[in-house]
């Protein structure tokens, strides 16, 4: 999954990827104030977030991927990090896309625990960036 990149150019060339997933694991229900957006309850469980970014996609990625320390926390600018913030969730992969952000989330399936999150500048009427896969199943 990690480093995914689909379509091409008119060059023939792969595309740059513009869009990507984050497969999150929560290990425990939480309760997260996520900035203006409100107070939800997220259940343990697998999650997919769908963001993009045009420029300094990679540094974007990264950034979503880090944690912060007690000594130099990351700063809360996107609904994500709210959640990322929080020593239950883990990112477990990634995936680099060249489809649209919006198309992109639509695929994931799952079901929508946080309205609005990572939609705020959505034009496609997404209600959610963010979609809850279920409970993980013991193998």
């Known amino acids: 999954m990690a480093g995914n990149v689909a379509g091409n150019v008119a060059d023939g060339g792969p595309a740059a990827p513009t869009t990507y997933r984050l497969h999150i694991r929560l290990a425990a229900p939480l309760s997260v104030t996520v900035g203006r957006l409100g107070t939800f309850l997220f259940p343990a469980g697998d999650y997919v977030y769908t963001g993009s970014a045009r420029r300094n996609f990679e540094a974007r990625v990264a950034r979503h991927c880090r944690r912060g320390t007690a000594e130099r926390p990351k700063p809360l600018r996107w609904h994500i990090d709210y959640l990322l913030a929080r020593d239950e969730a883990a990112v477990l992969a990634v995936e680099r896309l060249t489809m649209a952000e919006c198309a992109a989330n639509r695929a994931v ?14 034009k496609a009427g997404c209600v959610s960036h963010l979609r809850y896969l279920g409970e993980k199943k013991p193998d």
């Open 109 to 122: 399936g799952g079901t929508v625990v946080a309205p609005g999150f990572g939609a705020s500048d959505c």
